[in-house]
């Protein structure tokens, strides 16, 4: 069982064995969908690194990885609707087929900010691929091409997500509730 901090609770949503398994059906799709291409991942920091290293070595395409860092959550559960670029990519992605990486898609508000911010950088071709779905929590009209898992509107960590950066090393993804809820 995965520990938690103080009274806070950890309860498993997805296992790592269901996680491993989707992760490479994703990545099967992938490699189907860009067959013969270049496919370069841009992961969104710091949230789907460790989705973005499984997936990655699960293509079996020509790959190249860059990273973005964006912040919209500061240290809390609540969106602050502001999305900031952090840390921007080392290289250009013109003309290149850019799948953004992202660990969960929840309001849409940072992945609406970031694509338009990407395609205004003219790529070949641009989708998402994200782990996790928070539909019901949408503001903004954004999909992903390629999701892992549709989740219920609960506050998730583990397999890279995190509470104040904690418990991202947990290796299935778990719904955190804290002592006051
Ligand atoms: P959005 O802009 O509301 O779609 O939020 C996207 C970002 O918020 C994600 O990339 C996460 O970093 C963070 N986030 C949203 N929901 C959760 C959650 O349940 N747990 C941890 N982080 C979350």
């Given at each position: 069982m995965p520990v938690a901090a103080g009274?806070?609770?950890l309860k498993v949503l997805i296992r790592r064995s269901a996680i491993q398994k989707r992760v490479r059906q994703v990545a099967h799709q992938i490699t189907k969908d860009f067959?013969?291409?270049?496919?370069?991942?841009?992961?969104?920091l710091k949230g789907a690194c460790i989705f973005l290293s499984d997936l990655v070595r699960e293509l079996s395409l020509d790959t190249s990885i860059d990273f973005i860092a964006v912040s919209s959550y500061g240290k809390g559960k609540q969106s602050?609707?502001?999305?900031?670029?952090?840390?921007?990519?080392?290289s250009s992605i013109q003309g290149l087929n850019v799948v953004v990486v992202e660990d969960i898609l929840d309001t849409g508000l940072t992945l609406s900010y970031l694509l338009r911010i990407l395609q205004q950088r003219k790529p070949?071709?641009?989708r998402v691929a994200a782990l996790l779905d928070k539909p019901s929590r949408r503001i903004k009209d954004v999909?992903?091409?390629?999701?892992?898992?549709?989740?219920?509107?609960?506050?998730v960590v583990g397999y890279g997500l995190d509470y104040a950066e904690r418990y991202r090393n947990l290796k299935d993804v778990c719904i955190l509730s804290l002592p006051t809820e």
């Amino acid at each position: 069982m995965p520990v938690a901090a103080g009274r806070e609770k950890l309860k498993v949503l997805i296992r790592r064995s269901a996680i491993q398994k989707r992760v490479r059906q994703v990545a099967h799709q992938i490699t189907k969908d860009f067959k013969g291409e270049r496919v370069h991942l841009v992961g969104v920091l710091k949230g789907a690194c460790i989705f973005l290293s499984d997936l990655v070595r699960e293509l079996s395409l020509d790959t190249s990885i860059d990273f973005i860092a964006v912040s919209s959550y500061g240290k809390g559960k609540q969106s602050s609707g502001q999305v900031r670029v952090l840390k921007d990519l080392d290289s250009s992605i013109q003309g290149l087929n850019v799948v953004v990486v992202e660990d969960i898609l929840d309001t849409g508000l940072t992945l609406s900010y970031l694509l338009r911010i990407l395609q205004q950088r003219k790529p070949k071709t641009l989708r998402v691929a994200a782990l996790l779905d928070k539909p019901s929590r949408r503001i903004k009209d954004v999909k992903a091409d390629y999701i892992g898992f549709k989740i219920p509107n609960e506050f998730v960590v583990g397999y890279g997500l995190d509470y104040a950066e904690r418990y991202r090393n947990l290796k299935d993804v778990c719904i955190l509730s804290l002592p006051t809820e």
